[in-house]
């Protein structure tokens, strides 16, 4: 009877969202085994609640931020070549700002790296806007991205598993690595008492002709402007509601995205109402990239508090953590 061959021990990725099934896919098609407990379904996620407008968003710190932008730039362009397989496509836009010459402070390096990415004319701004930079980036169909991210993890041979775990430990069960992406839930699985929301709320109207994106969302505001041209409709956006923990929209609030965004596109005002969406970013002072061990001595690689750009830094992120992974169970 011939040998049975060892099988080797999983890696289970906790959180089934943006950064979760990023971080497994990249595992998984490097040769580990790999499975994800997900207490919800992917279109339950926060994830599927965002914009898709890749582009750091009250993310710390700023270098690491821009880096793992830059690579998952890389990614979304190639996927790009194929929007209706993988909801990612390359649109151009405008990122307002106070019209000085300097980019944002801390995104240096992003607006020197970003393709084509200048300073926008006159006669390229929407009415009411002073000055802007201008850029092709990629602007991502959530719900189809977040099943062709599904369907290139089967193709992996990664599992998902519809499973709350209640802590590290639990999920270490059988693993030889434990990979944390459970962001706002990191809150109590680690517990971490750093990871808050940041709630944001979202009208989708049907498109009155809206072609590009346009944005002027700063780090700072609650209340934010923008304007995001999606197959499904158009996306105003928004606010950014620190510890708020409603998923409930608020009529007013909504009242509120619509009026900013019709002071840029006025037909905004009169579009009719498809949906409207709330969403709990999960923020920290700064996103935990790290590796440790838990009491029992198995791996765990954290990777949560991503904020407002999670999809931005998915693939770089994911990068990071195959990096860690590797280096930890080598030891």
């Given amino acids: 009877m011939a040998e049975e061959r060892a099988v080797a021990p999983e890696i289970h990725v906790v959180g089934g969202g943006v950064i979760g099934l990023s971080s497994a896919i990249v595992l998984a098609e490097a040769g580990h085994r790999v499975r994800v407990l997900a207490r919800d379904g992917a279109g339950e996620t926060t994830s599927a609640v965002a914009g898709g407008l890749c582009w750091p968003y009250r993310i710390r710190p700023y270098d690491e931020a821009v880096r793992w932008s830059l690579r998952s730039l890389e990614v979304f362009t190639g996927l790009a070549g194929r929007p209706a397989q993988t909801g990612a496509r390359l649109v151009a836009g405008i990122q307002a700002d106070a019209g000085g010459d300097a980019p944002e402070e801390g995104l240096e390096a992003w607006y020197a790296a970003v393709p084509g990415l200048r300073r926008a004319r006159a006669e390229e701004l ?21 099943r062709y991210l599904q369907r290139r993890l089967a193709a992996a041979g990664g599992t998902v598993v519809a499973r709350p775990v209640a802590s590290l430990a639990e999920a270490a069960e059988g693993a030889s690595a434990v990979v944390n992406c459970s962001g706002l839930g990191a809150r109590e699985l680690v517990p971490d008492a750093e990871v808050h929301p940041v709630q944001g709320q979202l009208v989708i109207v049907e498109n009155p002709g809206v072609t590009e994106w346009f944005s002027a969302a700063d780090a700072g505001s609650v209340d934010t402007t923008y304007l995001l041209p999606q197959p499904y409709g158009l996306v105003l956006g928004g606010t950014a509601r620190e510890g708020a923990w409603s998923r409930e929209p608020d009529p007013a609030v909504a009242e509120a995205i619509v009026a900013r965004c019709a002071r840029y596109v006025p ?18 002072p700064a996103v935990r990239l790290a590796a440790e061990r838990l009491p029992d001595g198995t791996v765990c690689v954290h990777n949560y508090g991503h904020g407002g750009a999670g999809v931005t830094v998915s693939w770089g992120c994911a990068d990071e953590v195959l990096r860690l992974v590797g280096a930890e169970l080598a030891q």
Avoid at 126 to 146: F, N, S
Wanted: hydrophobic residues 45%.
């Fill in 126 to 146: 929407p009415p009411g806007c002073g000055a802007g930079w201008r850029a092709r980036t990629p602007l991502v169909e959530m719900p189809v991205y977040l």
């Fill in 267 to 284: 037909e905004a005002a009169r579009a009719r109402v498809l949906a409207h969406r709330v969403g709990l970013r999960p923020a920290r």
